[in-house]
């Protein structure tokens, strides 16, 4: 049995919270995780033919064993949305602020499962870091929680190898512990500079702002990027349309402001999914095949939301 998990800490939470859940009452011992991105939806067809697999915090796949997710675009095809429901392997709840609470309450309901107690301060955080629900952008950048010195710690990951192996350390090790972790320690220092550096660069890279959202390029191998340095720096701006680079290839994010939250009910997530990508109504995300289709995307995208409040 192999995880598939979107890569972020919400993402290797739910793989981490899965593979015990199945390992303690489902009887798969021989777990396997493996995270993936939006790219991998080009071919999600053919995705992992011939396996036996799970996927949480990502999007449906018809031919997945196990499935979690809260991602309101999760569904690629409307006839996958009609015919799906929710059963004793699979869960969708898009009112929840991330994965891995779905995956606890299911697999207590369904399979009998009693988690282990450091996932309960698991989940809780990564309903924080996912949602955005800090106090503040100061609270989202310099926060020395070890919840936040992981999740920063992911933005300077040295391979993505790095990202299977923090699965593990969430399965077996409380967030205190993982924190101390002689390689997380050093990627967050590396972040920790990187934040710096990105603040510092911010405003010079800014190609668009009418006071509503800014479109900022921040693909140069010279800088570095933050996802709140947009609010940070622009408290009064509503949306932030950013550039970034990936191993992936370049990556649009679409987000609003969580400390100035716009009236409308636009959803971002849904406009994403129409450039390949997904989300939430607050935050989406898409890999463009290319360089200058990601910069014609971020400007369609940006003319579409800088006229809403």
Known sequence: MKIYFHRDFDG?????????????????????????????????????????FAVVDFHYHPRAKYWFDHHPTTFLEDSHQEQYSDDENRCFDPTAKSCPPIILRHAAEHWGYTPPTHFTELAKWSDIIDSAGYESAEAALFGTEPAMIVSRALTCSPNLQFHDTMVQLMRDQHLSDIAKHPVVEKCYKRSSKNRDNALE???????????????????????????????????????????????????????????????????LGELM????????QSVGGCNPSDSVTAMKWAREIYNVIKDLS
């Not at 489902?26 to 053919?46: I, P, Y």
């Not at 550039?243 to 716009?262: E, F, K, Q």
């Not at 999914?273 to 939430?280: A, D, L, N, S, V």
Request: aromatic share 10%; charged share 25%; proline share 4%.
């Open 12 to 52: 290797m939470a739910a793989a981490a919270i899965l593979a015990d859940a199945l390992a303690t009452t489902r009887g798969h011992h021989d777990v396997s995780w493996e995270g993936v991105n939006f790219d991998r939806t080009l071919e999600w067809d053919n995705f992992a033919n011939g396996e036996e």
């Open 201 to 267: 660069n911010f405003e010079s890279n800014v190609l668009l702002d009418n006071g509503t959202a800014l479109l900022a390029d921040l693909r140069s191998k010279k800088i570095r990027r933050d996802r709140f340095a947009p609010f940070y720096l622009h408290p009064d701006v509503q949306f932030a349309v950013t550039l970034l680079p990936t191993r992936a290839g370049d990556h649009i994010t679409v987000s609003s402001n969580p400390w100035n939250r716009p009236q409308t009910d636009f959803n």
């Open 273 to 280: 999914k129409k450039y390949g990508g997904g989300g939430h």
